[in-house]
């Protein structure tokens, strides 16, 4: 991701180092500058964070060249959406098709045009600063500003992956505000808004440790991602998390307690070595244990498993 702060890193690669002098001395007061003379150098870098944002990649190198160097970088997750553009003096339409079948976003030909040559790195440095910032985006909440379900569903199967890897226990919380619909009804949607925030914010503040993680689920629905803990601390986080949002003290004149309240469910499995066999089945099951918290009266955290603690 390019930092608003800092220039963006292109990287050059050529074999003849004259070639790369004159694209880098042309672009050094836009960009930083990486350089590699052949294609096994370019993937060492490329691969390397801080990642490029764009790569200038030359076609004919001895070795590797740039066609194989393109097809690996888009193999590769971490390098896949680094915009390559192809530089090459050979610029027959055969080749250039050729480049932008294997991924490159554009093609440059030798002799350089050099303001045509910044020109186009300026827009595709653009484009991907646009992308990056999309992507990002997809994944945050735009009202709570906390990471959304996509994000959440993401983080569960890596949590999980790494779960079955270390033997270690996986927990969920989930929690839902009581009678939100009321509340919306009764105080208007902008403070339902204000109230979601409010919630949202309190939820992340419960939390105390960098890996753990709240997503809005959706509607007043909010998910607890808790690596590396069971049920019993899932309960102690649930319970936090409960007391908290009732301190807030928000008003809400259909509620029970006459302030705006929580219900929550809560559980925790081993992954790889449990009855429960995949992130939805987890899912399922603290769904339930929310169920099970409304049903009994609202304002709790409940579970449906057995607290072996
Ligand atoms: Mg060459």
């Known amino acids: 991701m390019t930092e608003s702060t800092e220039k963006p890193i292109v990287l050059i690669v050529d074999d003849v180092a004259a070639n790369i002098q004159i694209l880098a001395e042309a672009l050094k007061a836009e960009c930083r500058i990486r350089i590699a003379n052949n294609g096994e150098d370019a993937l060492r870098v490329a691969m390397r964070p ?9 076609v004919m190198m001895p070795g590797m060249d740039g066609y194989e160097v393109c097809r690996r970088l888009k193999d590769t997750a971490a390098t896949q959406d680094i915009p390559v553009i192809f530089v090459t003096a050979r610029d027959d339409a055969e080749d250039e098709e050729r480049g932008l079948q294997v991924g490159a976003v554009d093609y440059i030909a030798k002799p ?13 440095l653009q484009l991907k600063h646009k992308s990056d910032l999309l992507e990002k985006l997809a994944m945050i909440d735009g009202l709570t500003g906390i990471p959304n379900r996509r994000q959440f569903d993401q983080r569960m199967e890596a949590e999980w992956r790494r779960a079955v890897r270390d033997k270690h226990s996986l927990a969920l919380v989930m929690g839902d505000v009581d009678h939100f619909k009321l509340y919306n009804d009764h105080y208007g949607h902008g403070a339902g808004d204000a109230c979601l925030r409010a919630v949202a914010r309190t939820m992340f503040n ?4 960098p890996g753990d993680m709240v997503a809005r689920y959706g509607g007043e629905e909010f998910v607890v991602l808790l690596p590396d803990t069971n049920l019993d601390g899932a309960h102690k986080v649930a319970e936090r998390m ?11 004149l259909h509620a029970g307690m ?7 469910g809560y559980a925790a499995c081993q992954p790889g070595e449990d009855a429960v066999q995949s992130p939805s089945q987890l899912l399922d099951c603290v769904d339930d244990g929310l169920y099970k918290a409304k049903r009994s009266g609202r304002n709790q955290v409940a579970t449906i498993m057995e607290d072996q603690s």
Not at 112 to 124: D, G, S
Not at 206 to 209: D, E, F, I, K
């Open 50 to 58: 801080p990642f490029p944002d764009l790569i200038l990649l030359d």
């Open 112 to 124: 350089y045009r050099l303001p045509i040559v910044k020109a186009r790195v300026r827009n595709h």
């Open 206 to 209: 419960a939390l105390s440790r």
């Open 242 to 252: 409960r007391l908290a949002i009732q301190g807030l003290d928000i008003p809400h």
């Open 258 to 264: 006459m302030v705006v309240t929580m219900s929550l």
